[in-house]
């Protein structure tokens, strides 16, 4: 997969030669190129921003100087290979896994890391009319300085994806935030006693049929807890006899083919 990074701050995506992302580059599983935009300005000041049409407080970055890098580095309209603008925004759609799953597949995904108030509006129209799909997401309701932190965010979350990054391809299956709808099991290791806790009775007695079932009851009630708004999502055909029991128990009952508290 190649992936291509567009930023007035290069050097803000260095971690991304650590950890599981800068292996997968080391082995060629991901071709990923960092450019610094101001590499297509055509002044001597280096200029990629400009006062907002309309007015109002801060600074707009200017369509010429990010279509020019993004004539160069998204794949020419009509070559073999299709490209997937992506432009992290605090105004765009939600990240979540589906995203990261989608972005997995693709075989070039340009990021375009805004600063200031924003990149031109006409930058993303410019590109859908060129043919580009373009994806405007936000990695959670808070706002960051820029999109490199996200773009960092979203880079890792797909680049985890990526066929052989991730060592045992099981350990995608079971986390959060997967097929299951629920968040995950609290998770234990040695020693079994510290600091005057100790790890779950059930985890030690190599019952694997009742570990398994304390693990989902655990999972419920975390997302019960913690995200009821997955709860309300959440597919009833995957919860079997003893799912609904222990939801029962949360005060979580089947009502119209979804889940609803007992209080609404
Ligand atoms: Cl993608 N960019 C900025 N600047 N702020 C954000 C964001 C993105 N997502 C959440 N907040």
């Not at 082995?27 to 101001?38: E, K, S, T």
């Not at 921003?49 to 160069?72: E, Q, Y």
Request: hydrophobic letters at 45%.
């Amino acid at each position: 997969m190649r992936v291509d990074v567009v930023t007035i701050f290069p050097d803000y995506l260095a971690a991304l030669d650590l950890s599981l992302v800068g292996k997968a580059r080391r082995a060629g599983l991901l071709d990923l190129r960092v450019h610094d935009l101001r590499d297509w300005t055509a002044d001597r000041h280096r200029t990629v921003d400009d006062t907002p049409f309309g007015g109002g407080a801060g600074m707009v970055m200017r369509p010429d100087v990010w279509g020019r890098a993004l004539d160069d580095v998204l794949p020419e309209p009509g070559a073999d290979v299709t490209g997937h603008l992506v432009v992290p925004t605090p105004a765009g759609e939600v990240f979540t896994q589906r995203h990261a799953e989608a972005l997995a597949r693709e075989e070039h995904v340009v990021l375009a890391c805004g600063r200031y108030e924003g990149i031109d509006a006409r930058v993303v129209e410019h590109a859908r009319s060129a043919g580009h799909r373009v994806s405007e997401l936000s990695i959670g309701d808070y706002v960051l300085n820029g999109g490199e932190v996200a773009a960092l965010v979203m880079i890792e979350a797909f680049g985890r994806l990526l066929p052989g990054v991730v060592g045992n391809p099981h350990s995608l299956v079971e986390e959060s935030h997967g097929a299951a709808g629920l968040l995950e099991y609290p998770v234990y290791t040695k020693p079994p006693s510290w600091e005057g806790l100790e790890v779950p009775e059930v985890l030690l007695s190599g019952h694997h049929a009742r570990i398994d079932r304390w693990r989902r009851d655990r999972a419920l009630a975390r997302t019960a807890a913690r995200r009821p708004d997955m709860l309300r999502v959440l597919e009833v055909d995957s919860l079997d006899a003893a799912d609904l029991a222990v939801l029962a128990e949360l005060g979580w009952v089947v009502d119209d083919g979804r889940l609803r508290t007992v209080a609404e």
